[in-house]
């Protein structure tokens, strides 16, 4: 069946290293999310992206994070340099609004955990 | 910005038992408000969608009822299962699919 997937799905990293995940949103899915979960934060929106243009960013640090969808079947979610605060949990979720109807589930990605020391 | 709370502390029930989640929201309503369960390790998973001028929505076990006056949703879990253990998120729709999560409620249910 149909489903996100993201790589790596662990990742531990050194402060200051360039980290890239990616995301596979589902075939036919136009809108992908790039989230981060923490235990003091919750569940966070990054960005997210409608036809692969970026939509909103607004809750993405841009001085290190960046997020592309170079094609419609891959996301990617970069941070360069990283550093400890960004140890976290980052899910990909992938949805299709449909027109005229309230159905706007997401779909998530089984996340990437990242440990940056 | 929007705020959303939910039971911070986890809410332990009997098996069999009807499990009630509070979602409480600040500012404007939203067009739609979520529920979506996550279990650990893994990424959260949709249950219900409420729109603004549905009071009630039900699933199988399930039902989610929205008050824009109260600004408070209620997610109830009737007969509740040891399965049903879980955190229980819920999310604020302002429409374009951009959603904004509360921190989850934990629900342990005891056999």
């Known amino acids: 069946d149909a489903r996100v997937t993201q790589t790596p799905r662990h990742k531990v990293t050194e402060m200051g290293q360039e980290v890239t995940m990616r995301c596979q949103p589902i075939l036919g899915h136009n809108t992908v999310f790039w989230y981060r979960q923490t235990m003091m934060q919750g569940l966070e929106l990054l960005a997210y992206f409608r036809n692969r243009a970026p939509l909103d960013d607004s809750g993405m640090p841009k001085d290190r994070f960046s997020a592309e969808m170079p094609d419609a079947t891959l996301a990617t979610l970069k941070i360069q340099p990283s550093e400890p605060r960004d140890s976290a949990v980052y899910f990909c979720?992938?949805?299709?609004?449909?027109?005229?109807?309230?159905?706007?589930?997401?779909?998530f990605g089984p996340g990437t955990r990242l440990t940056v020391l | 910005s929007q705020k959303i709370e939910q039971n911070s502390e986890a809410l332990n029930i009997q098996e069999g038992k009807t499990a009630t989640l509070t979602c409480n929201y600040t500012n404007y309503s939203p067009a739609y408000l979520q529920w979506y369960r996550q279990d650990p390790g893994r990424g959260p998973v949709f249950l219900l969608l409420?729109?603004?001028?549905?009071k009630e929505k039900r699933k199988e076990r399930l039902k989610v009822t929205f008050d824009t006056t109260l600004k408070q949703s209620l997610f109830h879990i009737t007969a509740s299962q040891p399965a049903d253990s879980a955190t229980y998120l819920c999310?604020?729709?302002?429409?374009?699919?951009?959603?904004?999560f509360g921190t989850g409620t934990k629900l342990q249910v005891i056999p």
């Open positions: 979720a992938s949805g299709s609004p449909r027109s005229g109807a309230a159905y706007n589930e997401q779909f």
């Open positions: 999310a604020l729709d302002i429409g374009y699919q951009k959603v904004t």
């Open positions: 409420i729109r603004e001028n549905e």
